[in-house]
């Protein structure tokens, strides 16, 4: 009589919760024009079954309440408050109406959404560093920025720490192949704002600039690239 054997069968069997995604992530990218960078992430997120993606440049025409960005952006705030990520690239806040900014806004701040920010030559996002949406915003820009013609990549001690960063399984090999990436041509020269976190940056001579920081904004996240 084999039941004598077992003590106890309480632990023959447990709950578990299984929560299953029945529905695609949403990304919304929007940018001043088809630069490489925002074309290379619109095809990622596209090859991605996991991921639906809507991608809205400026036709820059003459009167912004004509323009392709006000025109083609979700037309309610429950539409875009629907979206999980939103990467915003080289265009100004003046070329978006003003309800779409408070929409942004509480898409971070209460949504808890994610926005990734990526700088341009044009300077677009500086404009979003006044008024209702400089919250969002981790950085500065000074007056006279300094120039230079060619970047090198190097993480800093808070960007060792993050996973999405690891090119190598070693930490230190880690460090080395950030260093050997393809060199910057451009970026822009911004400092951080107190209570963000400088995950990388880039190198020049003996100067650095910070290149990719990460701040929360009330329940979500922003994330700049300097290029």
């Not at 690239?89 to 898409?107: M, T």
Request: proline share 5%.
């Amino acid at each position: 009589d084999r039941s004598n054997i077992e003590k106890t069968r309480s632990n023959n069997s447990r709950e578990i919760a299984l929560h299953l995604l029945t529905k695609k992530r949403k990304v919304l990218i929007l940018d001043g024009r088809p630069r490489w960078e925002t074309r290379y992430i619109q095809n990622h997120f596209d090859r991605d079954d996991r991921w639906e993606t809507k991608v809205i440049f400026d036709n820059y025409a003459a009167k912004p309440e004509d323009g392709s960005m006000r025109k083609d952006f979700p037309k309610s705030r429950e539409e875009l408050l629907s979206y999980d990520l939103i990467m915003l690239g080289d265009v100004a806040a003046s070329r978006f109406d003003s309800l779409h900014l408070d929409w942004l806004v509480e898409f971070v701040e209460k949504r808890g959404g994610g926005l990734v920010l990526i700088d341009g030559v044009c300077g677009g996002l500086k404009d979003w560093a006044k008024g209702r949406t400089a919250g969002l915003i981790p950085v500065n820009w000074p007056a006279n920025p300094a120039t230079a013609k060619a970047y090198t990549w190097q993480l800093t001690t808070d960007g060792e720490r993050q996973p999405g960063l690891r090119l190598s399984d070693s930490p230190s090999a880690n460090m080395t192949l950030w260093p050997t990436l393809p060199e910057m041509t451009w970026a822009a020269h911004v400092t951080s704002l107190p209570g963000s976190q400088t995950l990388a940056e880039l190198k020049s001579g003996n100067a650095t600039t910070p290149a990719m920081i990460f701040r929360q904004v009330g329940a979500g996240a922003v994330l700049y690239l300097a290029t």
